[in-house]
């Protein structure tokens, strides 16, 4: 290419190597939430400490929905035969009052979420012959999504007549965390051959997961009456029926409400277009996914002996998924077109099943309610921080003399399957004119595997390997 200057010399014009773009997109949006307390007139001390607690964490407060968004990408030729591709990904939301919203919610019984994601991404495009291409790529995410707690009191609801006046303290699941860090390498080479055009390809995605999620770690208070909440205030025991505290622990010797359920997904593929004839194209391939995830580490003594292993998660490895399709011109006019295909799809599990699956083994955490009564009144008065720090449930332990409740087990199948999709479908197009055609299609998928739970101490005829987790509330026992 030239450039022909004024005196009409010929010069050069350099070929661009080097293309970079670059991105910003920024939003603010601020929601009012209204909070509208039914507060009945007080006739006594205690009624007068509850409505000066609740009237002075009453009124509107402000949601933000708040988003920044960054994108930087690098395109630059090396030589004639690669190409390399770069991207970075930034993605920051804040969330002012996300956590918990509504009439009877105050602004304390809220917090902030946040997001926080960065994603780069790296691509080389090699042309090794006229007829191989191999294109390889890395790719980097982080994705950090905490949520933080407006107090350091543990939650408590307070009633009267049987409704909801407020909500206050922090809520009973922050401050929590989830971070993901993922890594993926993925490589595919493309052949070109004649009348075959091949596709082979591998992918190993891996991710490092934490998950903090302490559920009542600082204890969660249900008062039934302005009165009662009132007593709480003053110091005074409060032993009316309705009035309760509902507190999880740590099991001693175990990570709590924090696990790691990190997995790691293998995938394999080949894929070959065969155009057979000039009217007729042929795809035919297969794919092979494999989900591995770290195993837990504890096992409960008691459920193992009833047939459920809480420290051990299967992994199913025989997931080969053929894929098939046809592409047909039945009239060298090229007016009709038939197409049809079929194929089978492997899902994966996620971290947070794997997660819940974990942590709810019966012993890393342990629920106890402490209902009131006039031989047991509640253990102490509001607002106890004790357990509710900012680090929620730092220096709690299981009362001593305390019957343990029968726990909630979440436990995956021993044949746990993924989730399996097969998908078929044929159709048919005819061109009537130059601009309009008619178009008939038909599609249908079975799916298989697909991820719920159950209570297992129920009867059931369902069949049960549609099932993937099994869930004990009650007790240790097979089902009936």
């Known amino acids: 290419m030239t450039i022909r200057s004024l005196n009409s010399q010929d010069v050069p014009f350099e070929k661009i190597r080097l293309f970079f773009f670059f991105d910003y997109d920024g939003q603010r949006n601020n929601t009012g939430n209204p909070v509208l307390v039914q507060m009945p007139t007080p006739v006594n001390a205690n009624q007068t400490a509850a409505g000066n607690y609740l009237a002075a964490r009453d009124g509107t407060y402000n949601r933000t929905f708040d988003h920044n968004v960054y994108l930087g990408k690098v ?65 980097y995410q982080r994705d950090d999504e905490p949520g933080s707690a407006n107090s350091i009191n543990p939650e408590a609801l307070v009633k009267n007549a049987g409704q909801t006046l407020l909500s206050v303290g922090h809520n009973s699941f922050d401050p929590r965390g989830t971070t993901i860090t993922r890594q993926q390498y993925s490589d595919v080479l493309f052949w070109i051959r004649g009348r075959h055009s091949v596709k082979l390809g591998s992918d190993v995605l891996r991710d490092y997961i934490l998950n903090f999620f302490p559920g009542n770690f600082s204890g969660s208070y249900t008062f039934a009456s302005l009165d009662d909440f009132g007593r709480s205030l003053n110091g005074l025991p409060v032993t009316a029926a309705g009035n309760f505290l509902v507190q999880a622990y740590p099991g001693p010797g175990t990570n709590g409400a924090t696990t790691h359920p990190d997995l790691t997904q293998y995938a394999g593929f080949v894929e070959d277009e065969w155009r057979l004839w000039p009217n ?26 009833a047939g459920i292993d809480t420290s051990s998660i299967h992994n199913d490895t025989n997931n080969w998924a053929p894929r098939a399709g046809i592409a047909w011109q039945p009239l060298k006019s090229q007016q009709w077109v038939i197409r049809g295909g079929a194929g089978v799809f492997y899902d994966n599990t996620p971290g947070l099943m794997y997660g819940t699956a974990t942590a709810n083994n019966g012993i890393n955490v342990q629920t106890l309610t402490f209902n009131a009564s006039a031989a047991t009144p509640l253990p102490a008065m509001y607002p106890n921080t004790t357990c509710g720090a900012p680090v929620a449930n730092a220096g709690c332990s299981i009362p001593t003399g305390v019957s343990l409740p029968a726990p909630t087990i ?26 309009l055609s008619l178009s008939v299609n038909y599609l249908g998928v079975h799916g298989a595997h697909l991820q719920r739970t159950r209570d297992i101490n129920e009867p059931t005829t369902e069949t049960p390997t549609a099932f993937g987790i099994w869930a004990m509330p009650t007790a240790f026992r097979t089902p009936s």
């Open 75 to 139: 395109d630059y030729n090396l030589n004639d035969r690669n190409q390399i591709s770069g991207r970075y990904n930034m993605q920051r939301f804040t969330g002012l009052g996300q956590e918990n919203n509504g009439v009877t919610n105050s602004l304390e019984h809220s917090g902030t979420s946040l997001v926080n994601t960065d994603t780069f991404n790296l691509q080389d495009t090699a042309t090794l012959t006229q007829h191989l291409v191999n294109i390889g790529r890395f790719s």
């Open 280 to 305: 007729f194209t042929l795809n035919m391939g297969i794919r092979y996914d494999l989900e591995t995830v770290k195993q837990p580490t504890v096992r409960n003594a008691a459920a193992f002996a």
């Open 410 to 435: 979440y436990a995956f199948k021993k044949d746990y399957q993924q989730p399996m999709v097969m998908q078929f479908n044929l159709g048919t197009e005819y061109a009537l004119t130059r601009d």
